[in-house]
């Protein structure tokens, strides 16, 4: 391949996924400005692909193109770095349908620079104080197990961060997610796609940003919700009335959670979640 985009420099990455939640996911870090618009790729059902270093942007659709076709990742590591003429300078991490792993760091990137693999992650970076940065991103990941991969992604680049991350410094950061159906409406495959573009703490701030990312698109199970018995739809009524919402109910109800981005989380007033009482009684 021809010369591609410009150079990534001082990044470390984790590309992993989650088979029971069917979720695959890119987190990332780096003395780059809006790194998130470079390394991360993914899709579900198919892998995630982090293509840094020297990086050659053609690697990620491409990538996810041999996925698609049945291409474990190591696969298509070969494939793609066979046929760079730049490899050398490439480093690439990608995880397959299947949660096999591959990591790629080619014999130009500036030191410190190297990668792990296991079973559902492909960890990786360069220009690092040193390989610690990669052995914490695999052994938050592995100490994480359980939880959303969201959340474990940043605990992932926290740990990173705290073990001397880029020797460069810090400048962006990104998060993306994938799952089938699993985004806005469930009509997108997105279920995060957070970046911090130019920041002092980019890790940091990716966490804040995916604390508000929860509070406005998470999931409380139906379960939990509360039922909306006489006093509460009178507590309701109160609540809204106070802040210039009346009307019916129903309606009501359904301007404020949308006034504050929370429709995701309603669904009628015979049962509310509780993150959006929460919410509303903190008005």
Known sequence: MARAGSPVVATYSIAACDLDAGQWGVATQSKFLAVGSVVPWAEPGVGAIATQAYANPRYGPDGLALLRGGSS????????????????????GVVDGRGGSASFTGGECMDWAGGL?????AAQGNILVG?????????????????PLAERLLECLAAAQAAGGDRRGQQS??????????GYGRLSDILV??????????VAELARLNGLHSLLFGRTPREAWV??????????????????????LERAF????????LEERVDGVERVDPVVLAELRAR
Do not use: K, S
């Open 193 to 202: 796609d957070l970046r911090v573009d130019d920041h002092e703490r980019p």
């Open 131 to 147: 390989a610690e940065t990669v052995a914490a991103l695999a052994t938050a990941f592995g100490a994480t197990a359980g939880r």
């Open 173 to 182: 950061a990104a998060l993306l997610v994938v799952e089938r159906e699993g």
């Open 227 to 248: 039922e909306v018995d006489d006093a509460l739809r009178a507590e309701l009524v109160q609540r809204l009335q106070a802040l210039g919402y009346d009307g019916l």
């Open 117 to 121: 693999t296991g079973p559902c992650f």
């Open 73 to 92: 990742a190591q696969e298509v590591v070969d494939r793609l770095t066979a046929a760079d003429a730049e490899r050398d300078q490439r480093q690439l």
């Open 254 to 261: 359904g301007d404020w959670a949308g006034t504050e981005n």
